[in-house]
């Protein structure tokens, strides 16, 4: 058995088979899922789990060079973006890089979620708590 905190088989496959570039969005349990993306479905009720819990798994097992965030989010779920943001600034102080935050309308953060190789959607039920993440190389 995996010893990481990771324990869903889909979701690990997806995060071994990043390469430098590639995007994962993270999503609340609102956000539309084409049917072109593959969908990781770990909602199992509201707020589990929860946008927060997802992206800490997710970040203990991947390497982040950039992020994207809906510019809304500021306005309309700012103590999400706090906690975001204090996870990131920690994010970076593990990985010894920085990494590119860019805030894009919501209708475009949707478009963008069209170049992921994956939307993983959590139980969150708080607004515009999504996020791209862009795979970087930690060398």
């Known amino acids: 058995m995996k010893k990481t905190t990771n324990l869903n088989a889909q979701l690990s496959h997806c995060l071994a088979t990043l390469g430098h570039t590639d995007s994962l969005t993270i999503c609340d ?3 539309p899922i084409p049917n072109s993306v593959e969908r990781i479905d770990l909602a199992l009720t509201a707020g589990i789990p929860s946008f927060l819990q997802t992206f800490d798994v997710i970040v203990d097992e991947l390497y982040i060079e950039r992020v994207r965030i809906a510019e809304e ?3 309309k779920n700012p103590e999400i973006l706090t906690a975001l943001l204090a996870r990131l600034t920690e994010l970076e102080q593990k990985q010894n890089n920085t990494i590119q935050i860019d805030y894009v309308n919501h209708e475009i953060f949707k478009e963008q ?3 992921s190789k994956a939307i993983v959607r959590t139980g969150e039920c708080s607004p515009y708590a ?3 993440l862009y795979s970087g190389v930690p060398f």
Do not use: F, R, V, Y
């Open 113 to 115: 979620t069209l170049m």
């Open 73 to 75: 989010i500021k306005q």
């Open 29 to 31: 349990a609102g956000l």
């Open 130 to 132: 999504n996020i791209i």
